[in-house]
């Protein structure tokens, strides 16, 4: 049940960044300061990740455009999913209360941390 929930998790977090990425390409003045700064981390990732694909556009309204044809923006969610470089406490909080809840252990407890993140290890290297 972990692994299909887990699953299903990752797919939402893909599509968050899809979202994150199509806000990468609008104006900045457009959005709170705190979306547009998580937005601009994960376009100078994928920046230097795809230097020929994406580039930064200095003095204008737009800050990143793409360069070339199509929107493979599915691409570059798993690129950044996979890298995961602002990976915070805030972002896996939910998963972690998620996960001592469904072994029914508490959330301070270290044990229940070591566990969470053994099991996403080897999830992720399935």
């Keep these: ?10 797919k939402k977090k893909i599509e968050e960044i899809k979202e994150f ?8 003045s457009l959005y709170k300061r705190s979306v547009w700064r998580k937005a601009e981390r994960i376009m100078e990732f994928l920046r230097k990740e795809f230097p020929s694909e994406i580039k930064a556009v200095k003095r204008s309204d737009i ?11 599915d691409r570059y969610a798993q690129a950044y999913y996979k890298h995961q470089p602002d990976l915070q406490v805030a ?8 996960f001592a809840d469904a072994y029914g252990m508490a959330l301070n407890d270290g044990a229940t941390v070591e566990l969470f ?3 996403n290890n080897e999830y992720q290297n399935k």
């Excluded at 049940?1 to 990752?10: A, D, P, T, V, Y």
């Design 1 to 10: 049940m972990f692994s299909i929930m887990q699953n299903l998790k990752n």
């Design 21 to 28: 990425i199509e806000i990468g390409f609008t104006r900045p």
């Design 63 to 73: 800050k990143y455009v793409m360069v070339g044809e199509g929107f493979p923006f």
């Design 91 to 98: 972002d896996i909080l939910p998963d972690m209360q998620e």
């Design 117 to 119: 993140f053994q099991k």
